[in-house]
């Protein structure tokens, strides 16, 4: 019944492809652009004979996909509507808060409504094609958004559900209304005495329309606003207006008795109009044609209707008041027959027909291919779903086992969300009601962000830790870190290796500054290196950095007892790396030269002796150490060693 | 709506092949002029030209960035029967304050006799690892045992696929899945004959700490030019998409109980590979192929000059969308975004505005 269509064709026109042998190659990069580039495809193995300097224009073309959702004026919708969807979601999950899908479903829509008005703000003149689109589109989403309201979540009592259809109908088709306002508060027609009918050229059609719609009060009023109003046919028909009996639920008129008011109500005014006395005026005559639900006027309400469900309800007021909401269906296709010659139905049409026909899983279906990104089909399919109007399991994707289309389409749109620069927190709420896919699409699109500025790199962390998505922390940090690293900035790189508790790479570096040590005696960044933190614990070559560096403040402190003892700790639990070992029992220099004080006994010396041949043979082992300088030293330790055990002998000998 | 964006190359032949790094915010463009040119998006969104030098002696075919984790690095592969690796190096800054960048050949990977078709840098669980296809048809794995020094770049196996491979691609891997062997898919695009299979199935096996071919798949046929695996993004199968006479989407679903302590290289395949999806809709050869990031839209390129979307949806994979090549030349609208463009390389065109529900779907 409705037309399908496929897909859509783009053109790409560029003049890299005048010569029809050139091919279009695509592919996709960041996070869901195009790119697109000329080439040739002459067999790969024969087209060596490079022309060199030809002058054809090679264009490579990058394809952003727009939506509404992302535009500046739309985002409020977004954001406000996380917001609300969140709320619902944890009410949900807390037995003690009823959730009350009416509720939620009047938020939905009361943003929709916000979001309008504020595309209207920026479109005064309504000269922005794009915003005049945008609005259209909302429009009808709220429109169909309300009926579905209407038919599936209101509990009306007796099922009587026209009173609702046409408040329906009166919200989102107010032309009429606006337009009698205009006539009723035009005073300048009474003082001058101008014929009102004929200085307003839309007078009647905004009787009819206001008749349409149930409207009869202020239908009444235009009537006696007319300049024959005092003539008999005008008194007539303002009497039949003012005797029509109204339907109310609460108005404790049982239907039965409603219904026959009504019938009597309707079958004197048909006697009247059947006498003729409307004739005098034809435009009177057609409306009271109308109100006694004459057939012939279908065609006339038909020409005033603009959607065939306006027109359903148009009809109804007059022939069935009272209507049921399961006998809807039958009347629902009655009135699409009629409206339409052809079957020639947009996505609006089918969309409220399966909502009358009570095929919510259909409607639901359709919804996604709105073409509002999917905003309306997950929002509403997850509402409908929490409120058991629609069973999860009515569709199952191929590709991605173990969901249900409720979070298929969380799933989807949280993905799409995700992929914006500025939206992708939004699109992180509704990964997080995805179970284990959504923890696995959140941990690849998170890692994927761009990460600019440090603003978002914190907010990507953040989101990552409270997720416990501990492999996006680090590959975040270790990235960050090896770009600092490439702009030598070790400090910083640290930081980042710090955060990521990637111990692996503040090995990387803290090699980095040991060597810088070796070759330059004083360690580059200091305030970092005293504030190591977890590091330390986690990282061998940073426990020996740090070690050593509170080593160096007791011997520049001239604390050398304590010293002499972290010294010996340092060299008897062997964490430092090779490199640097040469470095280490040079510092024993320290203790010797000085003074005349021995700082260590035996037992320590011979492990400094034990070390410092270890060293020399792995030097030599290990040739391409250029640092003649430490070896020549060697010997000035050898000598200090001699010397200090030499003194402890002495002082031994002298205690005893 | 598309917003479209156009760059000249300055390509003085045929471009091969353009890859994008793992943000999408740098480019890099190969071709036969043997250059490789890399592209950054500034904070405007226009693209500059930052680096551009031969790198080879012959045609570059592709060009591929490893991840970030491990630095900024490329591999290319060429004609000229090499691989490349290359860094890129921040000098000292200018007198504008900006940093000097260039790139310099890290390690250049001879071992091949023939043109080198393709070169991927593997999932980044396994360190910093590549592998190469050769059109002599090996399949090359390399390795940076220290992923802080990229001057070291050790062959570690070699495997023999007998006829002329054109295309390789690493399996993402299944994260939910228990400890799988790696995975790569080479392609062959020999037309001698058409009865043999086309797509080889090369996995790691952790007891003989050896690579080799554990499956050939025989429902393919035709030559193939292109291979690429899904995102597995918690699947519990894998998706190969494969380029050949038409689009085809290959399932791969590892086989439950399968004993993995007992398989070697002789005692089969512990998946089962069905075909789910075919598409001829390109009449003819197809090109390249191209998954999203989360491995539900294909981008088909073909003979036909067009690239083809593909989704799966509920019981099938659908096209959603077409993108037709136009020798036409671009819309004057072009003119209105040349004041900003300091670099007149630059332009702007919207290619129409799609009003009908069945707006071109990508995501």
Known sequence: MSKTIVYDTLSIPDPSFIDDEVRMFGSWFGMSNICIFPTKMSGPFNNQNSSGDDKTERNIIHLKHKTMLFDPKVRQLVNESSGVFQELQTNVDDPTKATDALYYSRKYRAILSTCILAIDRNNLDKSNETYNQYKMLLHNLQLIWHLCEVLYLVTVPGDTILNNLLDWIKIHYENAENQASVITENKIVYLTDEHVEEKFTFYWDTVIGLVLQGNIDTARMLLSNHSQSDTEPFIHAIKIFKSMPTYSIYGGLPIAEYTSRFKGWQSSAKSKLECGIFLSDSNLNDVMKIICGDPDSTSLIRSHCSTWFQFLVAQLIYTDPTVKKHSLSLYAHRSVAKYYEESEYNHMDTLALDLFDGDLEGFVKKLKSYPDSGWSSTHLTNLLHLCDKIEPEFEMSEVVENTNPNEQYLLDYGTFLMTHHSLWQAGVTYLDYCSAVGKEHLSMLLSKLEITSDLRVSKILHYATARRLHNVVSSVCKVKGMLSLQKSRIGEALCWAIRGQDSAFATHLGDLYLKEYVKGGSFACPDILDNLGSIVVTCDRFMFIGKYIQFLKLAMGNKLNEAALLYIELLRSNICPNYFRLTLLMDVLMFIENSNECYFNIADMSLITMRLDDAITEWNEDNESDNQYLLSKVFNIRQGIVKLVSISLIRKKMTV | ?363
């Not at chain 2, 597995?232 to 791969?252: C, D, E, H, P, Q």
């Not at chain 2, 593909?310 to 969308?321: I, Y």
């Not at chain 2, 007149?344 to 995501?363: A, Y």
């Open chain 2, 1 to 363: 709506m598309v917003e479209a964006h156009s760059i000249n190359a300055e390509h003085k032949d045929l471009i091969h092949d353009v890859a994008f790094d793992y943000y999408g915010e740098r480019m890099a463009t190969c071709s036969t002029d043997q250059f490789v040119k890399v592209w950054d998006q500034d904070e405007q969104g226009n693209w500059n030209l930052t680096a551009s030098w031969k790198a080879h002696s012959g045609s570059v075919w592709k060009v591929t960035w490893a991840h970030p984790e491990f630095g900024q690095v490329i591999a290319t592969c060429s004609f000229d029967r090499t691989a490349a690796i290359w860094e890129e190096i921040m000098g000292e800054s200018n007198e504008n304050g900006t940093l000097l960048r260039h790139w310099v050949r890290r390690a250049n990977l001879v071992d091949s006799r023939t043109s080198v078709t393709d070169v991927k840098f593997g999932p980044k669980s396994f360190g910093l690892i590549l592998a190469t296809c050769s059109a002599d048809g090996v399949m090359r794995i390399y390795e940076a045992p220290d992923a802080m020094n990229l001057a070291q770049w050790p062959l570690q196996h070699e495997v023999s696929l007998k006829v002329p491979s054109s295309c390789l691609t690493w399996n993402p891997l299944l994260s939910n899945f228990r400890t799988p062997n790696a995975m790569i898919a080479v392609g062959s695009d020999d037309n001698s004959n058409t009865s043999n299979s086309k797509v080889f199935i090369c996995e790691y096996n952790e007891v003989s700490r050896r690579w080799a071919k554990t499956e050939s798949v025989a429902s393919v046929a035709h030559p193939v030019h292109d291979m690429i695996f899904a995102p597995n993004m918690g699947r519990s199968f894998y998706l190969l998409a494969i380029a050949t006479n038409n689009v085809r989407i290959l399932k791969l679903k590892p086989i439950l109980n399968y004993n993995f302590l007992h398989s070697d290289a002789t005692s089969g395949f512990p998946y089962t590979i069905e075909t789910a999806a075919q598409f001829n809709d390109h009449f003819c050869t197809v090109w390249r192929v191209a998954w999203n990031i989360t491995g539900t839209v294909l981008a088909s390129s073909g003979d036909d000059g067009c690239v083809r979307l593909w989704k799966s949806t509920v019981d099938a994979w659908k096209c959603v969308g077409v993108l037709k090549r136009d020798g036409k030349l671009p819309q004057p609208q072009s003119k209105k975004t040349q004041s900003t463009a300091q670099n007149n390389l630059t332009r702007f065109f919207k290619l129409g505005q799609i009003t009908h529900p069945s707006e071109v779907h990508w995501h």
